[in-house]
């Protein structure tokens, strides 16, 4: 059976910062199209420098990066990218937010609002179209971003901690609706998250980062993620302490 082509690809990386210190040297992964992966690693390992070549939005020192069997060289528009900080214009409304990446591809302003209000109303917002994101709370910021980001139908979709600035019951509200829109069945993503439960609820295949550039990352299958009756069931359990022992090993070795 032939291999699907990547979604995306990273062929022997390397990223340093001024000064010559890099975070990643010689990375190579590949996710290919419909996996959704959670990478985890310890603060300072790369994990959101690797998401924004991904995005285009720094390129490498070294190696090359494909999105969709196209080399990366700057921001792209099938790619979604989903911030902590949600990223809304605050002069505009959560329908205009939303609108905002479909206007600029030039679609018209019936197409646009269409579109827009659909999103907003399959995430719980209709009646919240015309407030402002000062007027929202912190997890109706988050399900404008999502909204956003699915309305044009994204290629990928790279979420960076999403959910970490969230209170524990929002977090879980979303990392839920996450499940419903297709994250961990069929939609081609990339979570950055530091929560080892949110990592085996979203990814179904999990990439632990090394402790710096020169340790090798682990990947760690997670076929059962996809579904809320995963969570909270004995193989989540398992896999969630496997990912913690593989975390605490990193911890302790002496690259750390």
Known sequence: MTQPRPIARLDDVTYAYPGGNAVLRGFSWSVLPGESWAVIGPSGC??????????????????????????????????????????????????NNVGLSLRLRGAKARAWRAE??????????????????????????????????LAVSPA???????????????????QLLALD???ARGRSAILITHDITEAVALGNRILIMGTGPDDAPTIIENGGAGTAAYIGSQEFHDRAGEVRTRLNLRAASPLA
């Open 46 to 95: 790369g994990k959101t420098t690797l998401l924004y070549i991904l995005a285009g939005l720094r390129l490498p020192s070294r190696g090359h990066v494909e999105v969709a069997g196209e080399r990366i060289d700057g921001p792209r528009k099938d790619i979604g990218l989903i911030l902590q900080d949600h990223g809304l214009l605050p002069w505009e409304t959560a329908l």
């Open 116 to 149: 827009a209000r659909a999103w907003l109303e399959r995430l719980g917002l209709g009646d919240l179209a015309h407030r402002y994101p000062g007027q929202l709370s912190g997890g109706q910021k988050q399900r404008v971003a999502i909204a956003r980001t």
């Open 156 to 174: 990928l979709m790279l979420m960076d901690e999403p959910f970490s600035a969230l209170d524990a019951m929002t977090r879980e509200s979303l």
């Open 181 to 183: 829109l297709g994250i």
